[in-house]
């Protein structure tokens, strides 16, 4: 690990790492579970209002702000090492992470379609994807912490 300046504050980019990405899979896998409920009820109705709400206000004060700190977090401390010092478990976890990142904006063009009453998907199907953040969630840590292909 450098003793660089960045290194001096790793322990602290890893809380900061680490609290950013738990209120990021928090609101991840919430936000879907709002569209399960959101399904069932009737367009321009007083409860379409407020799970249009609750969807915005979850993406924008929580999901999206932890996603970047997450990301700009991550990267730090990856710097800290050296990107080029980074197993084969790194580029596999940002391969996932991208994937989760790609998740997150179809979540987001979702919540604009509820917003225009032009949503398609059905509630079963959301009830699909609300699995998906979880199992890259699991992958996720795994390969953080089990460090495969070291």
């Known amino acids: 690990m450098s003793i660089g300046f960045l290194g001096n504050y790793y322990e602290w980019l890893r809380v900061l790492h680490i609290l950013a990405?738990?209120?990021?899979?928090?609101g991840?896998?919430?936000l879907p579970r709002l569209f399960v409920y959101h399904c069932q009820?009737?367009?321009?109705?007083?409860?379409?209002k407020r799970f249009q709400l609750m969807e915005k206000r979850?993406?924008?004060?929580?999901?999206?702000?932890?996603?970047?700190?997450t990301i700009i977090a991550g990267l730090l401390l990856a710097s800290v090492y050296g990107f080029?010092?980074?197993?084969?478990w790194f580029h596999l976890k940002m391969l996932l992470v991208l994937i989760m990142v790609a998740m997150h904006s179809f979540?987001?063009?979702?919540?604009?379609?509820?917003?225009?009453?032009?949503?398609?998907?059905k509630e079963k199907h959301y009830r699909i994807l609300?699995?998906?953040p979880v199992v890259l969630f699991i992958f996720i840590v795994i390969l953080v912490i089990i460090k495969p292909f070291d």
């Open 21 to 26: 990405f738990t209120s990021w899979m928090a």
């Open 28 to 30: 991840i896998f919430y």
């Open 41 to 48: 009820v009737k367009i321009r109705s007083d409860e379409d």
């Open 58 to 69: 979850l993406l924008r004060i929580i999901i999206n702000p932890s996603m970047i700190i």
């Open 84 to 88: 080029g010092n980074m197993g084969m």
């Open 107 to 121: 979540f987001a063009v979702c919540r604009k379609k509820f917003e225009k009453g032009e949503n398609k998907i």
């Open 130 to 132: 609300n699995e998906m």
